[in-house]
């Protein structure tokens, strides 16, 4: 296992999204020689044949609606899973290092997504010195108009708007931050294997709505619970969601991070200072 010095050279590929940029972030201010190319096509051999050289590659890259992939599973197979057997290869001619992040639901493939990055992880697998990183749940604070399961509650609770929430799939939640936090260490260290960095716990998104509510002071009575039938059934939800995902019980050493009440309560914290810093 190799130690790997600041000065290493690392390209995030999906550096623009939620966790990309986070990781990024972190690397970059940590010292790490950061390489972001915002144009990769990692479906396209030629586009990842472009990519600098580097010691390591962080993969950030895909698409994670879990219902947009059930209904375009050609697209889904594309970017999740061809794509990261194409990294795999081009790592492999080049002896880089490849960092992957994953998701808890390759546990539990009930649902295209899931399939498909069970797929990813196996590719990866094959790779000498790779790292699989699970993560589940990603939420934190947006500055890009998205919103995470938080935020969008936030916002229709903000609004006085009663809310849906299903109660019968339950899962790990963590603050993308934590995540981030822990990659000078997996870089610095060489770690190679599989983990998970995951927040404590596991509680349905209604749990996560009965928090938000408590944490921010909105009135708990606007949510009301719903089973996972209901959605499918009337077509809000495409793909169907494993009953119970819970990354503590998998066999892979565990790198925690905030449960859902500490993690709310940072991500309130973020929410005034972006708010402060957007009206100064």
Request: aromatic letters at 8%; glycine letters at 8%; charged letters at 25%.
């Amino acid at each position: 296992k190799m130690r790997y010095p600041q000065m290493t050279r690392i390209f995030i590929a999906g550096s623009n999204g939620f966790l990309g940029k986070q990781i990024a972030n972190t690397l970059t201010v940590q010292g790490f020689d950061v390489v972001q190319w915002n144009q990769l096509d990692i479906t396209r051999a030629i586009s990842i044949k472009k990519i600098p050289p580097c010691d390591i590659l962080v993969n950030c890259a895909g698409k994670t609606n879990v219902d947009w992939c059930e209904t375009h599973a050609s697209e889904s197979f594309e970017v999740n899973a061809r794509g990261v057997e194409l990294l795999c290869k081009e790592m492999h001619a080049r002896n880089t290092r490849l960092i992957h992040i994953s998701s808890d639901y390759t546990f539990f493939p009930t649902n295209t997504y899931a399939e498909h990055k069970k797929l990813a992880d196996m590719f990866v697998r094959n790779l000498e010195g790779h790292l699989i990183v699970y993560v589940a749940g990603l939420y934190g604070l947006h500055r890009d108009g998205k919103k995470c399961l938080p935020e969008w509650i936030i916002e229709k609770m903000r609004a006085g708007e009663p809310l849906s929430i299903v109660r019968d799939v339950e899962g790990s939640h963590t603050l993308v931050g934590d995540i981030a936090s822990y990659f000078p260490r997996f870089i610095s260290d060489g770690l190679e294997g599989e983990i998970a960095c995951v927040g404590e716990g596991v509680h349905s998104k209604f749990d996560v709505a009965q928090a938000v509510a408590q944490t921010f002071g909105f009135e708990a009575s606007l949510v009301t619970p719903v089973e996972q039938a209901q959605l499918l059934e009337k077509g809000i939800w495409k793909a169907r969601r494993p009953t119970r995902v819970n990354l503590w019980e998998k066999p892979v050493k565990k790198y925690a991070c905030k449960g859902i009440t500490d993690g709310l309560i940072q991500l309130k914290i973020e929410m005034d200072e972006n708010k402060y810093h957007s009206q100064s």
